[in-house]
């Protein structure tokens, strides 16, 4: 497993995200037991990034992962633990609440203390802002990461799913560096490349982190708007690139997104053992610029102007 620094920060964390959105399945103990293995299958990998949100399982990812930390004495300093929070659904706290994006104070803080305590953790490494609250007060989130920050609560601070310039709004206000965006970047949905995140996140020294990097790759990874036409001439060239470094398919998507000088960092979010250890070949793929213009071309149908 590749290392690499965390933003702007000294602190090392593995190329490669561990998404743990998916680990209590269904609930069932026959799916927490394959959570869990999925979880220990990443560590073994090389995997030191495991990503979390208070939404995750209604808690119960987090709870869950809590209960392998208390199991295995000595694992939590080998991780990183990330948790995300400001997304409140419908009902929360009563039935007439709308589905909402929430980054008060009060909802802020009362988030992590909930995500530390079902982890069993005394502080978040990471802490992600999950989508942004269009009501927010640049000014009150800045004081509540401040606060978190110095009660020792959180280490790092990062957004998900920010606009530049709602980045660029964060950090002219806020004191504590915001270390990481968690964005959608994949084949389907290349936004990122071309509406300034990865631009800003190359400028000032952003790590941008990919959720959903396969989709539009893998039928699997997720629904895609591509014409069948489309999805054809990507697997067409993800099959053929993939013969020529010998390697699956989906692993040159992500390749194609590890390529990037701004220093993406997938999450892979699989449950399946032999899915998580295989994502590590990824970061072995010598991948040209000529491939990945191929691929680029592929997804659009014609060559760049």
Not at 10 to 35: K, P
Not at 46 to 72: N, P, Q, R, W
């Amino acid at each position: 497993m590749q290392a690499a620094l965390l933003g702007n920060s000294h602190t090392e964390v593995s190329r490669l995200i561990y998404g743990c959105m998916r680990i209590v399945g269904d609930g069932s103990s026959e799916a927490r037991s394959r959570g869990k293995r999925a979880v220990q299958t990443a560590v073994d990998a090389g995997y030191t990034v495991f990503d979390h949100a208070d939404i995750y399982g209604d808690g119960a990812c987090e709870a869950l992962f809590g209960e392998l930390l208390k199991e295995s004495p000595g694992l939590r300093e080998r991780l990183i633990v990330v948790s995300k929070c400001g997304i409140r659904f419908a009902g929360d706290p009563d039935g007439s609440a709308p589905k909402r994006y929430d980054f008060s104070r009060q909802h802020i803080s009362q988030s992590v203390e909930g995500s530390l305590s079902r982890l069993g953790i005394e502080q978040l490494d990471v802490l992600l802002l999950h989508r942004p609250d269009y009501l927010f007060d640049v000014r009150e989130l800045a004081a509540v990461l401040l606060e978190l920050k110095a009660a020792g609560k959180v280490r790092h601070f990062g957004v998900s799913n920010f606009s530049p310039s709602q980045v660029r709004l964060l950090t002219a206000v806020c004191d504590v560096p915001i270390e990481a965006n968690q964005v959608e970047i994949n084949l389907h949905r290349p936004d990122a490349l071309t509406d300034g995140t990865l631009d800003q996140c190359q400028e000032l020294g952003i790590t941008p982190q990919a959720w959903a990097p396969l989709a539009g790759a893998v039928p699997q990874a997720g629904r895609t708007h591509f014409s069948d036409v489309d999805a054809a001439r990507v697997r067409a060239e993800l099959a053929e690139q993939a013969a020529h470094y010998g390697v699956d398919d989906w692993l040159i998507a992500l390749a194609w997104l590890l390529r990037h000088p701004a220093g993406i960092a997938p999450v892979i979010g699989t449950t399946t053992p032999e899915r998580i250890r295989a994502s590590v070949a990824a970061l072995d793929v010598a991948y040209t610029r000529d491939d990945w213009y191929r691929l680029w071309e592929a997804r659009n149908g014609f060559a760049v102007a």
